[in-house]
Structures are given as C-alpha cells and as structure tokens.
C-alpha cells in the first residue's frame, strides 16, 4: 500500500494569512483527491486532480498537483475561521481511497 | 443531496461484546465503505462492497465483519469488541466503481472500556 505523507501535521494561523499544506508520495499517483472534514462530520470532496503540473482553484484554495505527480499541494489565500479542519488527501487506487495522515488546521479569529 | 446517516454519533461498550454499526444511504449507490480513523494514521479502509451480498476485505479487516443485505444498508460488526477498536468509523458511498467521489457519513465514535 502505498504511504501518503502530509505535512504539517497540525497548523493553527491567524485569519488574513496565507497557507500552504503538502501531501507527498513515496510513488507516482494515479489521481489524487482533496478532502476536508470539519469537527464532527465525515469528509467532503474538494477537488481531484489527474494530470501533472495540474493546477486547480476553488474559490481562496488552490491545488496544485506535481509535474512528476508524486506530490501535491493545497495552499489557502487570506485564512478564515470556516477553513477550519483537517484536510486530507487520497489517492484512486484499484477503484479504492488510500488517505494520507491528514493536515489540522485551525484558523484563529 | 446525498445522505448517508450512521445509527449512532457516539457508542460506549465494554470488551467482548458484539457491537453493531449501521449504516444507510438513500441514493441508490452501489458501492459502500467502511474505514477507521485514527490520530496520525488518517482513515484505513476496513472492509467494502460493490453490490448487495458482496464484501471485500480492506487493509484492516481482522476483528471485523460486514453484512449488506439490501443495496442501502452497510453494516459494520465487531464480534468481540477489544480496547484496540476504540476508534471513530466512518461509512461511505459512491454510485459505482466509475465515480471518484465517496459520500462520508458523520461518523461513530466508539469507545470500548
């Protein structure tokens, strides 16, 4: 099974800066998902991404997928209290999710 | 919007008691999922299923079975629950082996003393 390694593991911000967290791979992915999940619910898709050097937004997020497609990032424009979670990526292997370690972010008022 | 409801937000048992968790989805989706989520580990896939009557083992499927007797309802089962299964579980959906998008429950979180 392939390890998917985020980082940081914890980050807590003001609200108004900027952030970027990693997801990285030990092999080259085949596709990659974003999720987020905030306190008490399961996690929602944000985005996927195929081909490398893809670059995708969504609204102040923006995820980048390695040219050698072996890593990724998600990196957020002027932080608020609503990003608040723990961001996870996961790879498309076998039609199944392998999750990396999960980002925690919180964003302080 | 898709909804997939787990039976309980949080489960207090003790050791060696048979623990059932039930899952739903009212989309019509083919495909479920069980994983467990750990701090620092994300989430592990425990067990699956491409259709009614079908199961497949995950990556963490000892100490677990399923059951999926009809297409909207997973059931996850510990047959002896263990300090080592404290743990929250999340279910989820997907229309088919096509789709990328999995639909998450909100999760149970289980504590077994």
């Not at chain 1, 961001?87 to 199944?96: D, F, P």
């Not at chain 2, 750990?38 to 499927?61: A, H, N």
């Not at chain 2, 089962?77 to 998450?104: H, K, V």
Request: glycine letters at 8%; hydrophobic letters at 30%; a neutral charge.
């Amino acid at each position: 099974t392939q390890l998917l390694e985020q980082s940081p593991q914890f980050l807590s911000i003001q609200e108004g800066e900027n952030l970027t967290v990693y997801c990285n791979s030990s092999s080259v992915f085949s596709s990659l998902q974003w999720y987020r999940q905030e306190p008490g619910e399961g996690p929602v898709l944000l985005v996927t991404v195929v081909t490398g050097g893809e670059v995708k937004k969504l609204k102040r997020l923006t995820f980048q997928f390695g040219d050698a497609r072996k890593d990724s990032s998600l990196h957020i424009t002027a932080a608020q209290p609503g990003d608040t979670g723990l961001y996870l990526c996961a790879e498309l292997v076998n039609e199944k999710l392998t999750f990396g370690t999960g980002t925690r972010l919180t964003i302080i008022p | 919007d898709v909804k997939v409801t787990q039976s309980s937000r949080y489960l207090v048992k003790r050791t060696g008691e048979k623990v059932f968790l039930e899952c739903v989805q009212d989309m019509d989706h083919e495909n479920m999922f069980w994983y467990r989520q750990d701090p620092g580990l994300g989430l592990r896939l425990i067990y699956f299923s491409y259709d009614v009557k079908m199961k497949e083992k995950g990556d963490i499927p000892e100490g677990y079975s399923v059951s999926r007797e009809k297409k909207e309802r997973f059931s996850l089962i510990l047959e002896s629950a263990s300090t080592n299964q404290t743990s929250m579980y999340l279910c989820a959906s997907r229309p088919g082996i096509d789709y990328n998008e999995q639909f998450f429950g909100p999760g149970t979180r289980l504590t077994v003393l």
